[in-house]
């Protein structure tokens, strides 16, 4: 049984999150989406909102389950018997900090390794905070989110 640990604030989920998760969906029996509670970067939706985008959006989708993330990462992962931490890689501009992360958390657990995975390319522009942006200037966000999520900027929009 190998589980891997995909950590995240998904503050929302994107078409680029769920790209990562359909590939490392085919690389391990399980993957646990961790959802980051005490979030330093003040997330835009709730952890109940992310979460639900999360669970709707894959449904009963097998071999994935969606949890939140308290405290260390490589803690979590122990306690969830995972082999590895899943990240996704867009540009070169990511590197730097995962590969600070990637590094530490070995330090920490060795026994935990970190798995770089890259996007379709499509994806490779498309991060929670465009988006974000994005739809706070009014654009269309259709094409980058699930349903879900269109939906719930919508909402917000409304208040
Ligand atoms: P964090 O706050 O930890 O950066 P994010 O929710 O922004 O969390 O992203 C979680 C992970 O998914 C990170 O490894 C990030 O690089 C990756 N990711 C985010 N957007 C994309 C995308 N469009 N394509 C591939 N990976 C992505």
Do not use: C, W
């Not at 969830?80 to 920490?108: C, H, P």
Request: proline share 5%; charged share 30%; aromatic share 8%.
């Amino acid at each position: 049984m190998r589980r891997a640990i995909y950590p995240g604030s998904f503050d929302p989920v994107t078409n680029g999150h769920l790209d990562v998760i359909d590939r490392a969906r085919k690389l391990f029996d399980e993957v646990v989406v961790a959802i980051a509670v005490n979030d330093q970067k003040q997330p835009l939706f709730s952890l109940e909102e992310r979460v639900a985008f999360l669970t709707k959006t894959l449904g009963n989708l097998d071999g994935v389950q969606v949890a939140p993330l308290e405290g260390l990462l490589v803690d979590f992962a122990v306690q969830q018997k995972a082999t590895a931490v899943i990240r996704g890689l867009r540009a070169i501009s990511d590197f730097e900090f995962e590969f600070q992360m990637a590094l530490m958390n070995r330090k920490l657990e060795p026994t935990v390794e970190t798995i770089f995975l890259m996007p379709k390319e499509e994806y490779t522009y498309l991060s929670s905070r465009i988006v974000k942006e994005i739809a706070r200037l009014g654009g269309d966000i259709a094409k980058f989110v699930p349903p879900h999520v269109v939906e719930a900027f919508r909402r917000k929009e409304k208040r």
